[in-house]
Structure formats: C-alpha cells, structure tokens
C-alpha cells in the first residue's frame, strides 16, 4: 500500500465518508484500514465498512444479531473482525459497521457462476444444512443510500428479515431464472445444520428498507436466460 498516495488523495479530496469495499491480501488491507482508522479519528470523517457474517461462523445453532460476540474459524472471518476491533475504537458516530450476508446481484460473480455451470452442464455446489439470510446489490445499495443520508451510525446487519436453506434459495434461482434443471453438488460441512446468517434487532431500518428473500429472490430473476 502507498500510504502517501492515499494520504495524498484523502488530503486533496477531504471526504467527509469513506465507504470500503476493498479485495485484496488481508495484510495488506490491514494496515490500510489500520491507516485510514488514524486519518478518520482526527479529521472530520466517517467509514462505512462492509463486512460479513462469517464473523460469527463458529457460532452454528443460531443467528447472529448486532451485539452478539464475532468468534470465527475461518481466515476471511478473522481477518474481518480484525478490522471490526479497530474500527470500534473510534468513537461511534465516526463509523458504520455493515455487516452482510451472501450478497447477489445480476451480475455479480456468485451468479456468473450459476450461468457458467448452466451453460457447461457442470454441478453447482450447495450446502444444504447452511441455513441463510440474503440480500442484493440493488436493495443493498437502498440501505446504504439511507444510512448515509440519514447519518446514521453504528453496527447493522444488512440481509433479509427471514431465512432459507442454501440449497433450497439456489434451486428457487435456477428454477426462475434459467427455468432448467440443474445437477447439483451437495456439500456437508457437518451433519447438524449451520446457522451463518446476520438479523437485525437493534438497529432496524424502516420497513421500507426490510424484505423477505423472495423479494431478493424476484430482482435476481428479473432478466430469464435462456441457454
């Protein structure tokens, strides 16, 4: 990372809000929040951070609200609530923690992904004791749109208000969007079923805001294919 790049362009744009969605090493993205958190704390800036709920991926029986303890087994897990730690260091009205769950999108990889094994007749990998919440890229950028507008701050678990298996969520996709049978790979991380799903309590949004994951379920089919 070249710290005085983004000192640079942090100092000549003066944002008032910093929305990170970065990919990359975790090392790497690290210490360039670790970085951006001492910037933000003496000046006058917000961070909205998008994280996951594989923060809570060891916690499996249940769902996972605002306040509850992150714990997780996985690498992405830690690596987020690393950066969550430091995030809540700062004072709360300097940060929005968004917490997301599996995110879709028209376009987005985890549905290029679907049209590719479509299309090469290859399985589709599902996980069927992973119960889930979900949203999308359109109605995840309406939440956001309103957090920002609205200066909210603090932590806020971003999906659907109700859950679904994974299987059974991917299978409602490929029946309504590609209208075709598919073959399926049926993965079984273990043989009790796992909650990985974030709920909101505390800090809800507007009903507005709120929907069901077969509201998520109508954007993602809104363009057919037909292969």
Same mark, same amino acid.
């Given at each position: 990372m070249d710290e005085g790049g983004l000192e640079t362009i942090i100092k000549e744009v003066k944002p008032k809000l910093i929305i990170s969605a %970065?990919?990359?090493?975790?090392?790497t993205l690290i210490e360039t929040h670790q970085f %951006?958190?001492?910037?933000?704390d003496r000046s006058n800036c917000r961070i909205i951070f998008l994280s996951s709920s594989n923060v809570f991926d060891t916690f499996q029986h249940f769902p996972s609200y605002e306040y509850d303890k992150t714990l997780s087994e996985s690498i992405y897990g830690r690596f987020k609530i690393k950066i969550e730690n430091d995030l809540l260091r700062l004072p709360t009205s300097k940060f929005v923690l968004a917490r997301l769950p599996m995110v879709f999108g028209n376009h987005s990889p985890r549905i290029r992904e679907l049209d590719d094994s479509i299309i090469n007749h290859e399985p589709i990998e599902v996980f069927p004791n992973t119960i889930i919440n979900v949203n999308n890229d359109i109605k995840l950028s309406q939440q956001i749109h309103y957090i920002i507008n609205q200066q909210l701050t603090g932590v806020f678990h971003l999906g659907s208000s109700d859950l679904i298996h994974h299987f059974d969520f991917v299978k409602l996709i490929v029946q309504k969007r590609y209208q075709k049978r598919a073959i399926y790979k049926q993965v079984y991380t273990t043989n009790q079923m796992r909650y990985l799903a974030v709920l909101a309590r505390e800090n809800k949004l507007p009903n507005n805001l709120l929907f069901s994951y077969t509201e998520v379920l109508d954007d993602l089919t809104l363009v057919k294919k037909d292969f």
């Open positions: %970065l990919r990359g090493p975790f090392e %951006l958190i001492k910037l933000i």
